[in-house]
């Protein structure tokens, strides 16, 4: 087993709005709910942070559009599809900020 090796210039991936993510979260004990779509920032639900994602049309017709909370501790598994650079955000999302 060889040690992995950071470059130099590589930072960690980060959730950035307007990144499309898909998300497995649990549903029940036994269900995993698969979520595809664009971040829009976190959500306080009482004490618990969750993500917001505005599902797509592609895996979710009948809800495109839709915000689709997702407590942060029920996530199972967050796949970047595409990453939009922190510091191209989309402007109107900054000041985005949900309680």
């Given at each position: 087993m060889s040690p992995t090796t950071k470059k130099k210039d590589e930072t960690p991936p980060t959730l950035t709005m307007g990144s499309k993510y898909h998300i497995r979260s649990l549903a029940s004990r036994e269900a995993v709910l698969d979520t595809h779509g664009t971040f829009k920032g976190v959500v306080s639900v009482g004490t618990i942070d969750a993500l917001a994602i505005e599902l797509d049309g592609e895996h979710h017709k009948d809800l495109k559009g839709k915000i689709r909370v997702i407590p942060s501790h029920m996530v199972t598994s967050?796949?970047?599809?595409?990453?939009?650079?922190?510091?191209?955000?989309?402007?109107e999302l900054n000041d985005l900020h949900y309680t």
């Open positions: 967050i796949d970047i599809v595409e990453a939009v650079a922190k510091d191209k955000e989309p402007e």
